[in-house]
């Protein structure tokens, strides 16, 4: 299931939220413009890479920034065209309506958080894997996780492929993010105690990121003297 747009409008611009998407575009653009040898040295010192986290912890790691940092600067690094527009599509479709709730210097602190726990549960879950990991879809997961608490009934216009038949209908946002949430949580159980050498999916940031985006969004302060719209529920 593909979400497609939510029908739920929000009552602010989302200037975070695009900020977000561009600074994503622009980090990936620039990493094309580097030749493959520069490009290589480039993520292997931005991206998070769990064995310098459990080098720095027993002490034979030169640098703590050097291992800190990559949990920031990988959010916005992304590994091809479909990796970015897929993470950055979720964000534009979901994120809005976060900002709009949260306000937005609140909604980019939240982000920049769930990322970095969603950072941490990766790393907790490979430890010595010297496997580079970038992209912003643990961020996005918090992203996620607080849409499914704040709107579960909000209408998400969702493309539905079916074998040869392609379709488009109205879900709640409950059933599609439920379904995508248990998409990654049993992915990565299957994947516990598996090593890819040559990458791929980081289920656990995602699952890290998800999860505390509902635990932080219930603990987060609220906007105060709004009435906030929804689709569901109007003003």
């Not at 413009?33 to 292997?44: G, H, L």
């Not at 703590?64 to 599509?89: D, E, K, R």
Request: glycine share 10%; aromatic share 14%; hydrophobic share 55%.
């Amino acid at each position: 299931m593909i979400p497609l747009k939510d029908r739920n409008p929000s009552s602010t611009m989302p200037v975070v939220n695009v900020a977000l998407i561009l600074a994503n575009t622009a980090a990936f653009l620039y990493e094309l413009m580097m030749p493959d040898r520069v490009e290589n040295a480039f993520v292997a010192s931005y991206a998070l890479i769990p064995a310098h986290v459990t080098h720095v912890l027993a002490g034979a790691h030169p640098s703590l920034q050097s291992a800190a940092l990559p949990f920031f600067t990988s959010m916005f690094l992304h590994g091809g065209w479909l990796h970015l527009i897929g993470n950055m599509w979720f964000l534009w479709v979901f994120g809005d309506n976060v900002e709009d709730r949260l306000g937005h210097i609140s909604y980019l602190f939240f982000y920049l958080f769930c990322g970095f726990g969603a950072g941490l549960t990766h790393v907790m879950m490979n430890l010595g894997s010297s496997t580079p990991t970038v992209g912003a879809s643990g961020a996005i997961s918090g992203v996620l996780g607080a849409y499914i608490v704040l709107y579960p009934r909000a209408k998400v216009l969702t493309l539905v492929p079916l074998i040869i038949f392609w379709f488009t209908v109205d879900l709640p946002a409950f059933l599609i993010l439920g379904y995508w949430f248990a998409i990654q949580f049993f992915s990565g159980i299957s994947s516990v105690g598996a090593r890819a050498a040559n990458g791929g999916v980081a289920y656990w940031a995602h699952i890290g990121g998800f999860v505390l985006g509902v635990i932080m969004v219930k603990l987060w302060p609220e906007r105060p003297q709004r009435q906030w719209r929804t689709a569901s529920d109007g003003w």
